[in-house]
Protein backbone atom coordinates (compact mmCIF):
# COMPACT_ATOMS: atom_id res chain seq x y z
CA UNK A 1 0.00 0.00 0.00
CA UNK A 2 1.58 3.48 -0.64
CA UNK A 3 1.29 5.92 1.68
CA UNK A 4 -1.80 7.60 3.01
CA UNK A 5 -2.76 11.00 0.49
CA UNK A 6 -1.88 14.06 2.91
CA UNK A 7 -2.68 17.82 2.45
CA UNK A 8 0.56 19.20 1.62
CA UNK A 9 0.72 21.80 4.24
CA UNK A 10 0.63 19.27 6.83
CA UNK A 11 4.25 17.84 5.62
CA UNK A 12 5.63 21.71 5.58
CA UNK A 13 7.68 23.72 7.55
CA UNK A 14 5.57 26.84 8.62
CA UNK A 15 8.55 29.24 8.89
CA UNK A 16 10.33 28.37 5.22
CA UNK A 17 7.41 26.11 3.15
CA UNK A 18 10.54 23.54 2.68
CA UNK A 19 9.08 20.33 3.21
CA UNK A 20 10.42 18.19 6.40
CA UNK A 21 12.46 15.52 6.16
CA UNK A 22 9.17 12.66 6.14
CA UNK A 23 7.76 14.77 3.30
CA UNK A 24 11.67 14.49 0.95
CA UNK A 25 11.24 11.05 1.81
CA UNK A 26 7.76 10.51 0.89
CA UNK A 27 8.78 12.53 -2.27
CA UNK A 28 11.63 9.62 -2.82
CA UNK A 29 9.78 7.13 -2.50
CA UNK A 30 6.94 8.26 -5.12
CA UNK A 31 9.97 8.47 -7.62
CA UNK A 32 11.37 5.31 -7.21
CA UNK A 33 7.68 3.84 -7.52
CA UNK A 34 6.93 5.65 -10.57
CA UNK A 35 10.69 4.39 -11.84
CA UNK A 36 9.72 0.40 -10.69
CA UNK A 37 6.73 0.10 -12.17
CA UNK A 38 7.28 1.90 -15.57
CA UNK A 39 10.26 -0.28 -15.65
CA UNK A 40 7.70 -3.34 -14.77
CA UNK A 41 5.30 -2.38 -17.59
CA UNK A 42 7.96 -2.23 -20.29
CA UNK A 43 8.82 -6.25 -18.88
CA UNK A 44 5.34 -6.83 -19.07
CA UNK A 45 5.77 -5.56 -23.06
CA UNK A 46 8.83 -7.28 -24.03
CA UNK A 47 7.70 -10.57 -22.43
CA UNK A 48 4.23 -10.68 -24.76
CA UNK A 49 1.96 -9.45 -22.19
CA UNK A 50 1.31 -6.24 -22.52
CA UNK A 51 0.92 -4.60 -26.12
CA UNK A 52 1.90 -1.10 -25.49
CA UNK A 53 3.96 0.60 -23.52
CA UNK A 54 4.58 5.01 -23.12
CA UNK A 55 6.94 5.76 -20.24
CA UNK A 56 7.54 8.21 -17.89
CA UNK A 57 10.98 7.68 -17.66
CA UNK A 58 12.55 10.88 -16.56
CA UNK A 59 9.61 12.82 -15.94
CA UNK A 60 8.77 11.75 -12.50
CA UNK A 61 10.76 14.69 -10.74
CA UNK A 62 7.91 16.92 -12.19
CA UNK A 63 5.10 15.12 -11.87
CA UNK A 64 6.05 14.49 -7.94
CA UNK A 65 7.08 18.10 -7.37
CA UNK A 66 4.08 19.20 -8.96
CA UNK A 67 1.69 16.67 -7.49
CA UNK A 68 3.00 17.30 -4.03
CA UNK A 69 2.12 20.32 -3.70
CA UNK A 70 -2.13 19.61 -4.29
CA UNK A 71 -4.60 18.52 -2.06
CA UNK A 72 -4.60 15.34 -2.99
CA UNK A 73 -8.01 14.78 -1.68
CA UNK A 74 -9.66 17.73 -2.83
CA UNK A 75 -8.33 19.16 -6.05
CA UNK A 76 -8.40 17.23 -9.25
CA UNK A 77 -5.94 15.69 -11.75
CA UNK A 78 -6.60 15.53 -15.43
CA UNK A 79 -3.31 13.61 -16.81
CA UNK A 80 -1.67 13.00 -19.90
CA UNK A 81 -0.25 9.44 -21.31
CA UNK A 82 3.16 9.60 -18.89
CA UNK A 83 1.28 10.56 -15.95
CA UNK A 84 2.75 7.40 -14.29
CA UNK A 85 4.19 8.91 -10.76
CA UNK A 86 1.17 11.65 -10.64
CA UNK A 87 -1.23 8.86 -10.88
CA UNK A 88 0.39 6.77 -7.99
CA UNK A 89 0.46 9.85 -5.47
CA UNK A 90 -3.16 10.80 -6.22
CA UNK A 91 -4.08 7.26 -4.84
CA UNK A 92 -3.45 4.62 -7.90
CA UNK A 93 -1.37 1.54 -6.30
CA UNK A 94 0.62 -0.06 -8.61
CA UNK A 95 -1.83 -3.40 -9.13
CA UNK A 96 -4.49 -0.55 -11.19
CA UNK A 97 -1.41 0.69 -13.20
CA UNK A 98 -1.04 -3.25 -14.06
CA UNK A 99 -4.85 -3.83 -14.57
CA UNK A 100 -4.79 -0.69 -17.30
CA UNK A 101 -1.51 -2.23 -18.88
CA UNK A 102 -2.98 -5.57 -19.33
CA UNK A 103 -6.10 -4.73 -20.19
CA UNK A 104 -7.89 -6.86 -17.87
CA UNK A 105 -11.64 -6.57 -16.55
CA UNK A 106 -11.13 -4.35 -13.69
CA UNK A 107 -9.20 -1.46 -15.00
CA UNK A 108 -10.78 1.10 -13.06
CA UNK A 109 -9.43 3.17 -15.90
CA UNK A 110 -11.75 1.77 -18.41
CA UNK A 111 -12.74 -2.22 -17.99
CA UNK A 112 -10.03 -3.04 -20.37
CA UNK A 113 -11.28 -0.42 -22.86
CA UNK A 114 -9.02 2.24 -23.17
CA UNK A 115 -5.33 2.03 -24.41
CA UNK A 116 -2.71 1.30 -21.96
CA UNK A 117 -1.03 4.80 -20.35
CA UNK A 118 -4.91 6.04 -20.57
CA UNK A 119 -5.30 6.59 -16.79
CA UNK A 120 -8.26 7.90 -15.10
CA UNK A 121 -9.67 6.55 -11.87
CA UNK A 122 -12.96 8.30 -10.15
CA UNK A 123 -12.58 7.73 -6.94
CA UNK A 124 -9.16 9.60 -6.99
CA UNK A 125 -10.53 12.49 -8.94
CA UNK A 126 -8.55 11.74 -11.64
CA UNK A 127 -10.44 12.50 -15.15
CA UNK A 128 -9.85 9.75 -18.08
CA UNK A 129 -7.24 10.33 -20.24
CA UNK A 130 -8.09 10.78 -24.21
CA UNK A 131 -6.24 9.71 -27.18
CA UNK A 132 -6.03 12.79 -29.14
CA UNK A 133 -3.26 15.47 -27.90
CA UNK A 134 -4.17 18.31 -25.77
CA UNK A 135 -8.14 17.88 -24.91
CA UNK A 136 -6.92 16.99 -21.67
CA UNK A 137 -6.47 21.14 -21.31
CA UNK A 138 -9.76 21.83 -22.31
CA UNK A 139 -11.17 19.02 -19.76
CA UNK A 140 -9.53 20.84 -16.98
CA UNK A 141 -10.73 24.48 -17.77
CA UNK A 142 -14.25 22.84 -17.74
CA UNK A 143 -13.57 21.60 -14.32
CA UNK A 144 -11.91 24.56 -12.93
CA UNK A 145 -14.58 26.56 -13.82
CA UNK A 146 -17.39 24.33 -12.14
CA UNK A 147 -15.00 24.82 -9.19
CA UNK A 148 -15.77 28.09 -9.30
CA UNK A 149 -19.06 28.31 -10.49
CA UNK A 150 -19.87 26.10 -7.32
CA UNK A 151 -17.10 27.55 -4.37
CA UNK A 152 -15.78 24.33 -4.11
CA UNK A 153 -11.97 25.69 -3.48
CA UNK A 154 -11.17 22.68 -5.96
CA UNK A 155 -7.69 23.44 -7.81
CA UNK A 156 -7.10 21.44 -11.15
CA UNK A 157 -3.76 20.26 -12.74
CA UNK A 158 -3.40 18.95 -16.31
CA UNK A 159 -0.32 18.00 -17.71
CA UNK A 160 1.03 17.17 -21.00
CA UNK A 161 4.16 17.42 -23.16
CA UNK A 162 5.55 20.15 -25.16
CA UNK A 163 4.00 19.10 -28.57
CA UNK A 164 0.71 19.24 -26.78
CA UNK A 165 0.75 23.26 -26.68
CA UNK A 166 0.96 23.65 -30.65
CA UNK A 167 -2.42 22.15 -30.80
CA UNK A 168 -5.57 24.27 -30.81
CA UNK A 169 -6.84 22.67 -28.11
CA UNK A 170 -3.82 24.33 -25.69
CA UNK A 171 -5.17 27.87 -27.05
CA UNK A 172 -8.37 28.12 -26.48
CA UNK A 173 -8.10 26.12 -23.35
CA UNK A 174 -5.47 28.88 -21.62
CA UNK A 175 -7.50 31.73 -23.42
CA UNK A 176 -10.58 30.96 -21.49
CA UNK A 177 -9.03 29.85 -18.13
CA UNK A 178 -7.27 33.49 -18.33
CA UNK A 179 -10.46 35.30 -19.15
CA UNK A 180 -12.58 33.65 -16.29
CA UNK A 181 -9.26 33.59 -14.11
CA UNK A 182 -10.33 29.80 -13.13
CA UNK A 183 -7.91 27.78 -10.47
CA UNK A 184 -6.34 25.68 -13.08
CA UNK A 185 -2.70 24.98 -13.75
CA UNK A 186 -1.07 23.96 -16.94
CA UNK A 187 2.07 21.77 -16.13
CA UNK A 188 3.96 20.63 -19.81
CA UNK A 189 6.38 18.25 -19.25
CA UNK A 190 8.80 19.53 -22.07
CA UNK A 191 11.42 16.82 -22.79
CA UNK A 192 11.95 18.60 -25.78
CA UNK A 193 10.54 15.90 -28.29
CA UNK A 194 7.03 15.45 -29.60
CA UNK A 195 7.46 12.08 -30.47
CA UNK A 196 10.74 12.52 -32.76
CA UNK A 197 10.25 16.48 -33.96
CA UNK A 198 12.53 18.89 -31.96
CA UNK A 199 11.19 21.88 -30.23
CA UNK A 200 12.75 23.94 -32.81
CA UNK A 201 11.09 22.77 -35.14
CA UNK A 202 7.82 22.60 -33.34
CA UNK A 203 7.92 26.58 -31.95
CA UNK A 204 10.10 30.17 -32.44
CA UNK A 205 10.25 30.08 -28.60
CA UNK A 206 13.10 28.89 -26.32
CA UNK A 207 10.29 28.39 -23.59
CA UNK A 208 7.03 27.33 -23.82
CA UNK A 209 6.25 29.67 -20.50
CA UNK A 210 6.45 32.52 -22.87
CA UNK A 211 3.19 31.82 -24.15
CA UNK A 212 1.51 32.70 -21.18
CA UNK A 213 1.48 36.09 -21.61
CA UNK A 214 -0.25 36.28 -24.27
CA UNK A 215 -3.37 34.80 -22.55
CA UNK A 216 -2.55 36.73 -19.43
CA UNK A 217 -1.44 34.42 -16.66
CA UNK A 218 2.29 33.57 -15.35
CA UNK A 219 4.34 31.69 -17.25
CA UNK A 220 6.82 30.08 -15.12
CA UNK A 221 10.21 27.51 -16.62
CA UNK A 222 11.60 25.43 -13.69
CA UNK A 223 14.09 21.92 -13.86
CA UNK A 224 12.25 19.14 -13.59
CA UNK A 225 15.38 17.08 -12.48
CA UNK A 226 15.24 19.17 -9.50
CA UNK A 227 12.24 18.07 -7.20
CA UNK A 228 12.50 21.09 -5.09
CA UNK A 229 12.17 24.04 -7.74
CA UNK A 230 9.15 22.27 -9.28
CA UNK A 231 7.08 21.66 -6.05
CA UNK A 232 7.97 25.41 -4.71
CA UNK A 233 6.52 26.80 -8.49
CA UNK A 234 3.50 24.25 -8.23
CA UNK A 235 2.90 25.59 -4.56
CA UNK A 236 2.93 29.11 -5.37
CA UNK A 237 0.78 28.73 -8.33
CA UNK A 238 -1.90 26.76 -6.35
CA UNK A 239 -2.14 29.31 -3.82
CA UNK A 240 -3.08 31.75 -6.48
CA UNK A 241 -5.45 29.16 -7.86
CA UNK A 242 -6.85 28.88 -4.99
CA UNK A 243 -6.68 32.20 -3.46
CA UNK A 244 -8.96 33.61 -6.82
CA UNK A 245 -5.76 34.89 -8.89
CA UNK A 246 -6.08 32.79 -12.21
CA UNK A 247 -4.36 29.79 -13.87
CA UNK A 248 -0.63 29.45 -14.33
CA UNK A 249 1.42 28.37 -16.75
CA UNK A 250 4.01 26.06 -15.49
CA UNK A 251 6.54 24.72 -17.58
CA UNK A 252 9.04 22.06 -16.42
CA UNK A 253 12.44 20.85 -18.51
CA UNK A 254 12.48 17.26 -18.16
CA UNK A 255 14.91 14.45 -19.54
CA UNK A 256 13.29 12.08 -22.05
CA UNK A 257 14.88 8.83 -21.14
CA UNK A 258 13.51 6.07 -22.83
CA UNK A 259 11.70 6.03 -26.45
CA UNK A 260 8.42 8.14 -27.14
CA UNK A 261 7.02 4.82 -26.55
CA UNK A 262 7.24 0.75 -27.17
CA UNK A 263 7.01 1.52 -31.11
CA UNK A 264 9.41 3.91 -31.28
CA UNK A 265 13.87 3.51 -31.92
CA UNK A 266 14.77 7.24 -30.00
CA UNK A 267 18.45 6.39 -31.52
CA UNK A 268 17.33 6.75 -34.98
CA UNK A 269 16.89 10.91 -34.03
CA UNK A 270 18.60 11.25 -31.01
CA UNK A 271 22.75 11.51 -30.90
CA UNK A 272 24.88 9.09 -27.90
CA UNK A 273 25.62 12.40 -26.73
CA UNK A 274 22.09 13.71 -25.98
CA UNK A 275 21.51 10.31 -24.65
CA UNK A 276 24.15 10.57 -22.29
CA UNK A 277 23.03 13.94 -21.27
CA UNK A 278 19.43 13.06 -20.98
CA UNK A 279 20.87 10.61 -18.52
CA UNK A 280 22.71 12.43 -16.53
CA UNK A 281 19.77 14.90 -15.60
CA UNK A 282 18.08 11.72 -14.47
CA UNK A 283 15.42 13.53 -11.67
CA UNK A 284 15.66 10.10 -9.56
CA UNK A 285 19.75 9.77 -9.00
CA UNK A 286 19.66 13.50 -8.62
CA UNK A 287 17.36 13.87 -5.88
CA UNK A 288 18.90 11.02 -4.31
CA UNK A 289 22.01 12.66 -4.29
CA UNK A 290 20.26 15.82 -2.60
CA UNK A 291 18.81 13.82 -0.15
CA UNK A 292 21.95 12.31 0.76
CA UNK A 293 23.68 15.15 1.29
CA UNK A 294 20.72 17.03 3.34
CA UNK A 295 21.24 13.99 5.56
CA UNK A 296 18.14 12.60 4.97
CA UNK A 297 18.73 9.40 2.73
CA UNK A 298 20.71 7.17 4.39
CA UNK A 299 22.35 3.73 3.07
CA UNK A 300 19.79 2.18 5.52
CA UNK A 301 16.37 4.20 4.46
CA UNK A 302 17.09 3.53 1.03
CA UNK A 303 17.85 -0.16 1.20
CA UNK A 304 14.44 0.14 3.01
CA UNK A 305 12.13 1.91 0.50
CA UNK A 306 13.82 -0.13 -2.37
CA UNK A 307 12.50 -3.45 -0.49
CA UNK A 308 9.11 -1.95 -0.17
CA UNK A 309 8.95 -1.06 -3.32
CA UNK A 310 10.16 -4.40 -4.80
CA UNK A 311 7.41 -5.93 -2.86
CA UNK A 312 4.43 -3.70 -3.66
CA UNK A 313 5.62 -3.80 -7.58
CA UNK A 314 5.49 -7.64 -7.56
CA UNK A 315 2.47 -7.98 -5.55
CA UNK A 316 0.66 -5.48 -8.11
CA UNK A 317 2.08 -7.49 -11.12
CA UNK A 318 0.60 -10.63 -9.44
CA UNK A 319 -2.96 -9.04 -9.09
CA UNK A 320 -2.74 -8.03 -12.59
CA UNK A 321 -2.19 -11.25 -14.21
CA UNK A 322 -4.46 -12.95 -12.33
CA UNK A 323 -7.41 -10.75 -13.23
CA UNK A 324 -10.05 -12.08 -16.06
CA UNK A 325 -9.79 -10.14 -19.25
CA UNK A 326 -13.00 -8.31 -20.41
CA UNK A 327 -15.92 -10.19 -21.58
CA UNK A 328 -15.81 -9.73 -25.70
CA UNK A 329 -19.69 -9.69 -25.49
CA UNK A 330 -19.46 -6.73 -23.43
CA UNK A 331 -17.33 -5.19 -26.24
CA UNK A 332 -19.94 -2.67 -27.51
CA UNK A 333 -21.14 -1.59 -23.91
CA UNK A 334 -20.93 2.23 -23.57
CA UNK A 335 -20.54 2.71 -27.50
CA UNK A 336 -24.52 3.31 -28.11
CA UNK A 337 -26.75 3.24 -25.79
CA UNK A 338 -28.51 -0.45 -24.34
CA UNK A 339 -31.42 0.28 -22.14
CA UNK A 340 -31.50 -3.03 -20.36
CA UNK A 341 -27.42 -2.69 -19.59
CA UNK A 342 -26.88 -3.33 -16.04
CA UNK A 343 -25.84 0.22 -14.69
Keep these: M ?7 QASVSRDKGEPAATALLEMYYYLCLARAVDERMWALQRSGKAAFVIS ?23 PFYRSIAAVLMKGMPPAEIFLIQLGKDTDPSSGGRQMPGHYGHARHKILSTSSPVATQCLHAAGIAYAAKVR ?10 GEGATSEGDFHEALNFAGVHRLPVIFVVENNGFAI ?14 ARAAGYGMPGVTVDGSHVLEVYAAARQAVARARGGEGPTLLEVKVPRLTAH ?6 ERYRTAEDLAHA ?18 LTPEGEQEIRARIQREVDLGTEIAEAAPLPDPATALRYVYFEPDAER
Design 2 to 8: SPKATKT
Design 56 to 78: GQGHEGAQVGAVYALDRALDWLV
Design 151 to 160: GTGEVCLTAM
Design 196 to 209: SVPQKKQMAVDNVS
Design 261 to 266: SSDDRQ
Design 279 to 296: RAQDPVHVFAAELRERGV
